[in-house]
C-alpha cells in the first residue's frame, strides 16, 4: 500500500512539473520552433544560434547540417566564421590599451605607425584611431586588395596609398575593411604582440572561449560548417574565402557556445567572472555612436522604419520600438553571422549561417526581439524574406536590362589571339589574357579567372571560374596602331605589358 502511495505521489510530482513550465521556456520553445521554420523558409542548411538575457544563457542550439548532403548536424560547438562580427571584438582589443594608457582614441595613426600613408596628405597626418574603427574616413571600399589578390597584410596596407578618395574625410560613409587591419596593426605596435596573440590571451581566455580562434588557418576542427550558394538554381558548397588576410576585420572563427558569452560579457559592461575587459567608461565609449549612417543603408530598414541610424566602434546602431539597438553582420562567401543587442533589456542573440548572405539572420533577431522583451507578433523571417526575394527579382530584370543592351551582329576589331598578354595595374596588380578554342580566358592575379565569349565590339563577358561570382566583363581600348593597349574588368583598368 505504501509503495502505491509513494508511485502516486511520484506521478503527481511529474505531472506538476510538466504542468509548470515557467514562461521563460514556453517562450524557448516557441523560438526554437520559430528558427527551424525560419531556416526551412530560406533554405539554409545549417544554422547555429544562441540567446541570452540577464546573464545567463536561454538557447544555444545546431539545426541542419554543417555541409549539405551530408550526415554530419550542427551543434552548439560547430565552428563558424564570424566574419565581421570580429570587427568589434576588435574595437574592445583596442580600447584595453586606452585604458592601460598606451593609446588614445584621439592619437593620430601615424604617432604609433610612422609608416602609414594614404593617397591624401592631409588625411594621412589628421587621421585618428578612432577613425579606423567607424567607415568614414573618405577612402571607398578597397575589398579587391584581399579578395583578388593573394598578397600579405603588409603589401595590402602599402597599396593603400594608391587608393584614391571617394569622399572627403569624415563626411560621408562607405563600408571599409582596411582600416581594421590598420588597427591591428596599431595594437600590436603598442602591445608588443600580433593581433591574433593579443585577441586570443585577452578576450577569448579570460571569457572561457576555448573553441574560438582568430584565424582560419588556426582551425583544424572537423566539427566546423561550410560555405554554400545558389548556383544555377541549387544551393551548393563553395570554396571557403579567407579573411586572414585582414584579419582584425574579420577573421575570426567559434561557436554558438562561446559566442554567447562574448554577447553576455557585452551586456554588461564588457564583465566576466573575476574581472573585466575594459572600464566602465570606456565600454560607453565603444557603443556611443561615432557617425551618422544614411537612412537606408540596411535593406531591412525599410521594414524596421528607425528614425535613426548611426556606427558605434565596431557596431551599427538603431532605434527599434523606442529602444537602442546595437548589432552587427558577418558576410563571407558562402557564410553569414550576425549578433544583435538589446541592451536595456539585457537581451542578446548572435546567429551563424551557412549560406550566402541568407538574410534569416535578420528575422530571427527581430522575432528574438519581440519574442524575449517588446512584444509583438510579426513574422519577420517571412517579411524579410519577401523582402529580399522582391530585391533578387530587381537584381534579375536588372541583368535583363544589361542583355538587352548588347549591340547584336558586331565583330571584335581583333583576331582573338591579338587580344592575349599580360595587363598591369601598380594597384590592381596583373590580368593575364589568353585563349582557349573561341574565348578569351582572363585571370585577375591568378586569383579571379573568367571565361569570355564575345559580346560586342572589343568587350567580352562570361561566367567566372567561381560561378557564384557571376559573370564578369572585360573592355578592350585599342592604340592608334590598331593594337589592345588596355583592359577594364569589372571598372579596374589595366594597361598592356610591353
Known sequence: MRKLYT??????????????????AKLVKEFDAYIEKSRALYQVPGLAVTVVKD?????????????????????????????STTKAITATCMAMLVDEGK??????????????????????????????????????????????????????????????????????????????????????????????????????????MSRTFATLKSVTDTNQSHPHDRVDGKIVVIDRESADAIGPAGSVWSCVEDMGKWAISMLDSSKYAGGRLVKPATWVELFKPQVILPGNFHPTTQLTKPNWTTYGLGWFQIDYKGKKVNFHTGSLAGEIAIHGQLPESKLGIYVFGNLDHAEVRHGLMYKAFDLFALGGNR??????????????QQNEERVKTLEAQRITGTKPSLALHEYAGTYTHPLYGEAVVSVSQSFLVVSINGVANATLDHWHY????????????????????????????????????????R
Not at 10 to 22: D, H, I, V
Not at 476 to 494: P, R, V, Y
Open 458 to 497: 572589343d568587350t567580352f563577358r562570361g561566367w567566372f571560374e567561381k560561378r557564384w561570382w557571376g559573370k564578369a566583363k572585360a573592355s578592350f581600348a585599342l592604340n592608334d596602331a590598331g593594337q589592345a593597349k588596355s583592359i577594364t574588368i569589372e571598372g579596374m583598368e589595366f594597361t598592356r605589358k
Open 7 to 24: 508511485c502516486f505521489i511520484l506521478f503527481l510530482l511529474l505531472s506538476f512539473q510538466a504542468n509548470a513550465q515557467t514562461p521563460e
Open 103 to 208: 593609446v588614445s582614441w584621439n592619437d593620430p595613426v601615424t604617432r604609433h605607425l610612422p609608416d602609414f600613408q594614404l593617397y591624401d596628405p592631409y588625411v594621412t597626418r589628421e587621421l585618428k584611431i578612432r577613425d579606423l574603427f567607424t567607415h568614414n574616413t573618405g577612402v571607398g571600399n578597397a575589398d579587391f586588395l584581399w579578395v583578388l589578390m593573394n598578397i600579405p597584410p603588409d603589401e595590402i596596407l602599402n597599396k593603400m596609398k594608391m587608393v584614391e578618395p571617394s569622399y572627403s574625410m569624415r563626411s560621408g560613409y562607405i563600408y571599409q575593411n582596411i582600416f581594421y587591419l590598420y588597427a591591428g596593426k596599431v595594437i600590436e605596435k603598442v602591445s608588443g604582440q600580433p593581433w591574433e596573440n593579443f585577441i586570443a590571451e585577452r578576450v577569448f581566455k579570460p571569457l572561457g
Open 379 to 392: 513574422d519577420w523571417s517571412a517579411e524579410v524574406n519577401a523582402l529580399y526575394t522582391k530585391r533578387s
Open 55 to 83: 546573464g545567463k544563457v536561454l538557447l544555444k542550439k545546431g539545426y541542419g547540417v554543417r555541409e549539405s548532403g551530408k550526415p554530419g548536424a550542427v551543434d552548439a560547438q560547430t565552428l563558424f566564421a564570424c566574419a
